[in-house]
């Protein structure tokens, strides 16, 4: 009791009554954003850009920071709502605000806004994480009116900017071609760039953008925001260019579809937004949120990454006892450390043998798995490898017990014919007794089997036969519960389970957020391994996530030599979907050892600092090299892709090293008996050198390719 009462007491000091005119600034190290709360006590936003002192920003009231719908405000506001009497506006004046520290990086400014008449408040809640120069935003929105309310508008965050021109790098596609970069300048009037899929985010597009002001970025040159939603669903990022050529660039969950009917006493949160601001392009940028999401954005995120051997591509559905047998000595003879049964182990009634049948029926097919998990994690481990398992638990194929049990729990629209994808059916998830079956399934496999060491968590199709029996008649309330539903199972399933590794996975690269990623350590960023395509989709992926949560497998779907694909899917996490029985000698001593270099290396790769130094799409040629923290190691991975004839390259100059050092430069990845890249091999050269002149590492043939290991000596 004494120490609620000393709790209250805190919470009461530390809100500070707010005077008019007066200045809430945010900073990290190098970025400040800078409030005026007006003599009306609105909120307005008087700078964002690099690190300013508050004082030197003049008292500002032009730019309302996060506008409601209703009033006076005549463009996309960041909130509207419509009151239980049926009022559609609302009216936010700054109460109080208070900055806690949580420690000497991190500083949370929340500040309360409230409505004059109705009882509605509003938490802007700003996260300033100060060494690694990003700020997160979002809200928290709640009522005490007699009768639920309707928001229709909820953006996390809202950021306004005056410049000179705008120009937007957005990231899109499909399945098997995620993440292509374009880049269109802003024009007057709004642009969206949303998705409606519901249990996903990313496919389509991408919750993710980079905005360039006055000019476009390049890599070491412009002033740029990058900034993501951690949000695994429906999402929208709107950029509108006002009639005074001001920006306003709004984050959040996708309001299409979604009057959130929010009871009195509850609050909804918003998810949060991420971004980074750099004055020296985007390669800082990207930094940047590498650094946050290996301490704060992913689940042990500065910790190591197992190698693996998964048997999606090579078996499919087809496999028994004695071939996983054989593939666990196969994933020894590779060298990698853990082996990943993939789709189709469970089923009885309808045995998992294609993609129509048994989802929801989690346990081991007989005829398949005789002995069950049990005996596999044993043969797993007689072989001093690791066992990890793929699951799907928010479906349910209409083929099914699950379904036969439980027709109420699949989201379906009354009066209409189920729509498939893929052959299956989402799972009501924001119903109780959902969630507590789709916790069970993942908790039960990791309770009753201690050698599972490894989950890949699959989601398989995006949201339609938009109706959740549960939710009777707040339908419009399900893009958003489902998500906070999944995240609610996530957060029971962390509590038990804290540190076990979790691919995310949705059909490729469908989820793609960190709002999931905080509960999983990597990803899977596409289904297609193809390495030349993989070059451009990992490079995409690379402006906002570290490679340690790329999860990048050497397979067979493209023709390219080994040697290409191993080296493209070294710049992430790495791992093997092939049949390595088929290898022949020397593509096994290659794969064997190129492991160990990975293993020496993945330190690096994972939490260095990333310099891409030439984009694939200016010509048909990349390189990006990692950089450790004491710049004393740093890998350097060159490709050539499809040259024009007699394309020649100067040598690739690199950066982030420190001129004083010297550097033995070695090429590793060496196929047997072909000659190596680098026409510096085993040299040393200092790092000024390296820097200003460069490396020959790009050859003219097609498909080559070349890793460069960097040591200070
Ligand atoms: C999805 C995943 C694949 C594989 C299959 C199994 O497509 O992206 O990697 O797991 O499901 O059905």
Same mark, same amino acid.
């Given at each position: 009791m004494r120490k609620h009462y000393f709790l209250l007491t805190i919470i009461f000091l530390t809100w500070s009554v707010v005077r008019a005119q007066e200045r809430i600034d945010v900073h990290t190290r190098n970025m400040s954003l800078v409030f005026n709360v007006g003599a009306d006590k609105k909120l307005y936003q008087s700078y964002m850009g690099s690190r300013i002192a508050a004082a030197a920003v003049p008292a500002d009231t032009t730019v309302e920071s996060y506008p409601q719908g209703g009033g006076s405000y005549l463009f996309e506001p960041a909130i509207r709502m419509v009151h239980? /009497? #049926? =009022?559609p506006s609302l009216d936010l004046r700054v109460a109080s605000w208070k900055v806690d520290s949580m420690d000497t990086n991190v500083r949370v400014t929340s500040i309360l806004m409230k409505d004059p008449v109705y009882p509605v408040s509003v938490v802007l809640e700003l996260r300033a994480y100060s060494r690694e120069d990003v700020i997160t935003s979002k809200v928290l929105i709640r009522h005490d009116e007699p009768q639920p309310v309707k928001v229709s508008h909820f953006a996390s965050s809202m950021l306004h900017f005056h410049a000179d021109s705008y120009w937007l790098t957005q990231f899109h596609g499909d399945w098997a071609r995620e993440m292509h970069m374009d880049e269109s300048r802003l024009t007057s009037g709004i642009k969206i760039v949303d998705s409606k899929l519901g249990s996903r985010a990313d496919m389509y597009q991408t919750p993710a953008f980079l905005l360039s002001l006055d000019r476009s970025s390049s890599e070491e040159e412009g002033e740029v925001l990058a900034g993501t939603l951690a949000w695994s669903g429906s999402f929208q990022l709107l950029f509108e260019v006002d009639e005074k050529d001001r920006l306003s660039v709004a984050a959040g969950m996708n309001p299409y579809a979604s009057d959130y009917v929010l009871d009195p006493g509850k609050t909804l949160p918003t998810p949060e937004f991420i971004f980074t601001y750099s004055n020296k392009g985007r390669g800082q940028a990207s930094r940047n949120l590498h650094a946050w999401a290996r301490s704060y954005g992913v689940l042990n995120g500065k910790g190591p990454r197992m190698t693996l051997l998964n048997n999606w591509e090579s078996t499919q559905f087809a496999f028994n006892e004695p071939k996983l047998d054989s593939l666990f000595g196969e994933t020894r003879k590779l060298g990698a450390d853990l082996f990943l049964l993939d789709d189709g182990w469970f089923g009885n009634k309808?045995?998992? =043998? /294609?993609?129509?049948?048994?989802? #929801?029926?989690?346990?081991?097919?007989k005829t398949k798995l005789p002995h069950g998990i049990a005996r596999l994690e044993k043969a797993a481990a007689a072989q001093g490898v690791k066992f990890g398992i793929w699951v799907e638990p928010e479906m349910v194929s209409p083929k099914s017990e699950l379904y036969e049990k439980h027709p109420d729990w699949v989201l379906k629209l009354p009066n209409r014919s189920e729509h498939y994808f893929r052959n299956q059916l989402v799972l009501d998830l924001v119903n109780p007794a959902v969630q507590d079956f789709v916790f069970k399934t993942v908790d039960d496999l990791l309770t009753q089997h201690s050698g599972i060491a490894y989950i890949k968590w699959d989601c398989n199709r995006m949201m339609t036969n938009e109706y959740s029996p549960y939710l009777g008649f707040r339908q419009t309330n399900l893009y958003v519960d489902y998500v906070r539903s999944l995240y609610a199972v996530l957060d029971r399933l962390r509590a038990k389970h804290p540190s076990v590794p979790m691919m995310l996975c949705s059909g490729g690269g469908g989820r793609t957020d960190y709002g999931a990623l905080k509960y999983f350590t990597e990803f899977w960023p596409s289904d297609n391994t193809d390495a030349v395509e993989r070059v451009y989709i990992q490079w995409g992926y690379s402006y906002f996530f570290p490679a340690n949560t790329i999860a990048c497998h050497v397979t067979s779907w493209g023709k390219e030599p080994l040697k290409f694909r191993t080296d493209v899917a070294m710049m992430g996490r790495l791992g093997y979907d092939l049949d390595v029985s088929k290898m022949k000698e020397k593509e096994l001593a290659f794969s064997q050892q190129a492991l160990k270099d990975y293993r020496r290396l993945s330190g690096t790769i994972g939490q260095g600092d990333l310099f891409r130094l030439l984009s694939p799409y200016d010509r048909e040629r990349a390189a990006l090299m990692y950089v450790d923290a004491d710049k004393k190691k740093a890998v350097l991975f060159g490709y050539v892709l499809y040259p024009r004839y007699g394309s020649t390259w100067p040598p690739v100059k690199l950066q982030g090293l420190d001129g004083q050092k010297s550097y033995r430069v070695r090429e590793i990845n060496r196929y047997p008996g072909v000659h190596g890249v680098l026409v510096e091999d085993g040299k040393k050269l200092s790092g000024e050198y390296l820097m200003k002149v460069g490396l020959n590492i790009l050859r003219a043939d097609a498909l080559s390719s070349a890793v460069i290991e960097i040591t200070e000596e």
């Open positions: 239980a /009497d #049926g =009022n309808y045995p998992r =043998n /294609d993609d129509h049948t048994s989802l #929801g029926d989690w346990q081991e097919n």
